[in-house]
């Protein structure tokens, strides 16, 4: 069935650059989408990215996608305390998401 | 602009007990509906899915039930609670593009 990996921590520098990966088995996604969770709260939708593109930037936020190896990653510019969260990447599926295990990512002065 | 709300915020409940969370959206027509339980700050599992009023897929069999009485509202149900459906409850909506997520419900069952 579809499954979507990542690690599951990640600690960076404040200042520092930080690139969250995420792997995924479905070729056929149309979309595959960044939500960053903080503590006690709902998904908060990042960014996202059409399959038939390699990046995409937005502000501090870059997304690679490397369709022959089903590999998405994302990257965080100047990594700040507020960045300190768990990020879930997933894909869509026959319209519904497939999420993976989220990696938390601590951000320490 | 979309807005979706989530009641309660946090629920303490007793085991046996009935569950009942409301999910509605505004802002939009005809969305498709979605409850997320979300366990030890991890993982997200998708419990039930709604393209329209009426319209109910079950993920996961338990003891869960869901349903959709109007367009833009999602309820969420038990009959008898347990102590492993304590958990974040999360309600979501798409509607030709990604899916938004609402706050969510902290359910804890004694």
């Known amino acids: 069935g579809e499954d979507v990996e990542q690690s599951l921590f990640l600690s960076v520098r404040e200042g520092d650059s930080s690139v969250i990966n995420c792997t995924y088995t479905d070729s056929s996604s149309t979309y595959l989408y960044w939500y960053k969770q903080e503590p006690g709260a709902g998904l908060q939708l990042l960014t996202y990215?059409?399959?038939?593109?390699d990046m995409k930037q937005d502000q501090r936020l870059t997304v690679l996608l490397n369709k022959k190896d089903k590999h998405l990653s994302l990257r965080i510019a100047d990594t700040q305390t507020g960045d300190s969260a768990i990020y879930f990447c997933?894909?869509?599926?026959?319209?519904?998401?497939?999420f993976g295990t989220g990696t938390r990512l601590q951000v320490f002065p | 602009s979309q807005t979706i709300h989530q009641w309660p915020a946090t629920l303490v409940q007793p085991v046996g007990s009935p569950l009942s969370l409301e999910c509605t959206v505004e802002g939009t027509s005809n969305p498709n509906l979605y409850w997320y339980r979300q366990a030890a700050g991890r993982g997200l599992q998708l419990l039930f899915y709604s393209v329209g009023i009426g319209q109910i897929s079950s993920e996961v069999p338990q003891n869960l039930s869901a349903s959709r009485p109007q367009d833009r509202q999602f309820i969420l149900s038990s009959k008898k609670l347990l102590l492993s459906d304590s958990g974040f409850y999360l309600c979501a909506w798409k509607a030709g593009g990604p899916q938004y997520f609402g706050p969510g419900t902290r359910l804890t069952v004694t």
């Open positions: 997933a894909e869509m599926y026959t319209d519904k998401l497939i």
């Open positions: 990215i059409f399959s038939n593109m």
